[in-house]
């Protein structure tokens, strides 16, 4: 995945930014408890990766209108970008692996992982990913 976003222009790619990125695509701006949830991680350990992000010109923090004591971290254009390009390459990669693995046998591979994770935490995170699909594309 890295190897693959440094070939469009992300060099710097880090494995938490995918989770956050793809939340903060889908949901606009996100409180940065909230964003810890979504990982798994502590509020501290998500204002690290948010801070992250904000460093590299991907995020910006903002205090919420309502209610100043929460921060919320949103996506400035080149995180957009940057979010479009992390999910064009999860999307190539889910691809090359339906070609390799027979449909069912990954839906049932991705049914023992789910059902595996005995972590709360780990669950709601495993909740946010697609499951792959049973029967072939079209």
Known sequence: MSGRLAQAGYPD???SDAAAIRLLLRRGPVPVGQLGAV???TRQ????VADGLVRRGFAVTRRDPDDTRQLNVMLTPAGEE???A???VIDQLNREVRGRVDPAEL????AVLRASLFDDSA???????PRPSASPPC
């Open 107 to 110: 839906a049932a591979a991705d």
């Open 123 to 129: 669950r709601r995170r495993a909740d946010w990913l």
């Open 45 to 48: 350990a998500a204002r690290k």
């Open 82 to 84: 940057y979010a479009h």
């Open 86 to 88: 992390v999910v064009a």
């Open 39 to 41: 990982l798994g991680v």
């Open 13 to 15: 790619y880090r494995r």
